[in-house]
Every structure is written in C-alpha cells, then in structure tokens.
T-cell receptor, first 111, second 113 residues
Framework: DTAVSQTPKYLVTQMGNDKSIKCEQN?????MYWYKQDSKKFLKIMFS???????INETVPNRFSPKSPDKAHLNLHINSLELGDSAVYFC??????????FGPGTRLTVL | DQQVKQNSPSLSVQEGRISILNCDYT??????FLWYKKYPAEGPTFLIS?????DKNEDGRFTVFLNKSAKHLSLHIVPSQPGDSAVYFC????????????FGAGTRLFVKA
C-alpha cells in the first residue's frame, strides 16, 4: 500500500544509453513532480504535472522527457545519458502547496 | 541563487534537550513553509508546515516559527530523541499552478543518547 512508488531503486548504466524511471502514486493526487538530488544534496525540482499537463519545466536539458499517461503515473525518460546525470531522482505527489509525498528515490549512476 | 538557505550543515544535540534548526528565505511571495525529514536511502517525509499568514504552528514535539520581517523560520524539536537523527530540509512553496517548491540544502541533526 505504498503511497508513492518508483522503479527501479538503483540504475547503473553506460554513458550514451537511454533509460526510464517509473513513478506511481495511489493517493489520488492531481499533481506529480520529479526532483533531482545532486552530489551536493540539493533537492531541485525538474518537472511538475497537474492532471497529466506539464505545469513546471525548470531549466532541464531536453534529453529529459517526462511522460504522464494518467494522473497516477509520471515517468521520466532520459536520452543520451551523461556522467553529470548521476544523482538520486525523487518522484513526489501532492494535492496542495503545503505538503508533498515523496517516493523512495532512484539512484542513477552513469559510468 | 538560493532562495531558501539552511546555513548550518549539521547540528548535534543531547537527548532530551531542544533542537533548533534555522532557515532563511529571500522571496516574499511564498505561501507555505515546510519542514521535511529524511533518513538515508529514503525519500523526504513531510514533518510540519506553516502558512505565510501565521507565525507559529505546533504539532506535538515539533513547533515551527515564522518571522516574516526577517524572512526567517525555525523548527524546534523538544525534547529531542535519538530517532530524530536525520537530515531536515526546509522548503518554501507557492500556491500557484504546479505548487513549485524550493528546498534548502538540509541540516543533519545528530541526537546523542
């Protein structure tokens, strides 16, 4: 009965590959997010979707493409992976501005 | 350009004493301020929040104070317990489309038994 789930938990891949991270929430929330936590531990928002519509798109390379097939899912596809993409990626969901529920994170390592 | 700053990377407190974690922000347009707690290998967990129109919110051992004139907020934990040892993130959000939330860098709290 996990509220926000992400798969995979760990992802190790070579530079230049394409990979996807999946996220699902069973909370009935309308808004979902992707965050990146870099090596300095900063949590930075990448994207926000509301009811399958892209609302926030921070300055993220266009190699990153979020896809929301329905409001319970927000997947992140990354093309042509680079070393600097290595980080922990968190999915989250919310129904308001004063609380977000986070997934457990996906640790991406690009070799 | 960090809009939310946590200037103390770590804090060590004795069990039973008060822990005070501080946070500063630069943008007056935020509607909510939040604290999240994070254990290793887990996602952040919401702890407590405060609306920008209030100056205090209390929930059990946790109290958040907001000083809008100083653009400063703090989280008080009393009494501190060893299980409180974690990284605490301060965050600020705007009640606009997408609920954009900006996080601070985090403060690692150690509560010694």
């Amino acid at each position: 009965d996990t509220a926000v789930s992400q798969t995979p938990k760990y992802l190790v891949t070579q530079m230049g590959n394409d990979k996807s991270i999946k996220c699902e929430q069973n909370l009935g929330h309308d808004t979902m997010y992707w965050y990146k936590q870099d090596s300095k531990k900063f949590l930075k928002i990448m994207f926000s979707y509301n009811n399958k519509e892209l609302i926030i798109n921070e300055t993220v390379p266009n190699r990153f493409s979020p896809k929301s097939p329905d409001k319970a899912h927000l997947n992140l596809h990354i093309n042509s992976l680079e070393l600097g993409d290595s980080a922990v990626y968190f999915c989250a969901s919310s129904q308001s501005a004063n609380e977000q529920f986070f997934g457990p994170g996906t640790r991406l390592t690009v070799l | 350009d960090q809009q939310v700053k946590q200037n103390s990377p770590s804090l060590s407190v004795q069990e039973g004493r008060i822990s005070i974690l501080n946070c500063d922000y630069t943008n007056s347009m935020f509607d909510y301020f939040l604290w999240y707690k994070k254990y290793p290998a887990e996602g952040p967990t919401f702890l407590i929040s405060i609306s920008s129109i209030k100056d205090k919110n209390e929930d059990g051992r946790f109290t958040v104070f907001l000083n809008k004139s100083a653009k400063h907020l703090s989280l008080h934990i009393v009494p501190s317990q060893p299980g409180d040892s974690a990284v605490y993130f301060c965050a600020a959000s705007a009640d606009t489309g997408g609920f954009k939330t900006i996080f601070g860098a985090g403060t690692r709290l150690f509560v010694k038994a």
